[in-house]
């Protein structure tokens, strides 16, 4: 079935779960079903039925529909979500958590997490699509205080963030960020994300970290050396 036009065509086909499950699956796999996790990608998956989820031949990894969605982490099933994308986004003036809640038949707490959830989807756009125009990125080390802990696990500059877990960040000036948990600093990890987020021929504005050098054949590469000056004209990571 083509996607629903009409309010009653949406309440007919997102009624039965493994619909809206082939349906998302489809949006966001045009091309076949692969794993999403990071650094995988495989075609090579097989769907385990009873359990309604995929599993990778080459990682290993389990994954669902949702991973990696705006209904990730969600325990609303998407014959609630689907329905509700499809009433905010044709709705010229938008909808309220009250109304939604009624309409669903959910709590309006529910309804609020599900129309922040959306409307961040709209924002951005496509999570896939990638960002445009000068993009700053960084990691940091998020955890406790490097004092509290053993020394073999403290912060040690020049070595990663050893003993923290590390995020690394895209903040494109116009608005839009992007961060993510990342196993290390190493330029194939860190590199792998920017060509995935951020489009060729953009400026990209980093720190003068080894991960990020090799960037300038596909990007406007400017580089900030925080052991000499944190701004230099437009040049600086200071937003993300």
């Given at each position: 079935m083509k996607t629903p036009r009409t309010l009653i065509e949406a309440i007919r086909y997102f009624a039965d779960v493994e619909v809206c499950r082939n349906y998302l699956a489809e949006c966001r796999w045009p091309n076949g079903v692969s794993?999403?996790?990071e650094g995988c990608g495989s075609k090579e998956v097989w769907f385990i039925r009873t359990r309604a989820?995929?599993?990778?031949?080459?990682?290993?990894?389990?994954?669902s529909v949702k991973v990696g969605s705006i209904f990730e982490d969600s325990p609303i099933t998407l014959d609630k979500w689907l329905p509700a994308?499809?009433?905010l986004t044709c709705s010229t003036k938008g909808y309220s958590s009250h109304r939604l809640?009624?309409?669903?038949g959910v709590t309006q707490k529910s309804a609020w997490f599900m129309l922040h959830r959306i409307r961040l989807a709209l924002r951005a756009?496509?999570?896939?699509?990638?960002?445009?125009?000068?993009?700053?990125g960084d990691t940091t080390g998020v955890g406790g205080l490097e004092k509290n802990?053993?020394?073999?696990?403290?912060?040690h500059r020049g070595t990663g963030n050893v003993g923290k877990a590390v995020v690394f960040g895209l903040l494109a000036r116009h608005g839009q960020i992007r961060a993510k948990r990342v196993p290390?600093?190493?330029?194939?990890?860190l590199q792998r994300l920017i060509r995935r987020n951020v489009e060729s021929g953009a400026i990209l504005y980093t720190d003068e970290a080894a991960a990020f050098r090799g960037l300038n054949a596909d990007y406007a590469h400017e580089v900030i050396n925080h052991s000499e000056?944190?701004?230099r004209g437009t040049v600086h990571t200071n937003g993300i």
């Open positions: 794993c999403p996790r989820i995929w599993r990778c031949k080459s990682c290993g990894k389990q994954f994308v499809w009433l809640a009624k309409a669903l756009g496509n999570f896939e699509t990638p960002m445009s125009g000068p993009v700053e802990k053993h020394r073999s696990k403290r912060l290390d600093e190493r330029a194939e990890t000056e944190y701004v």
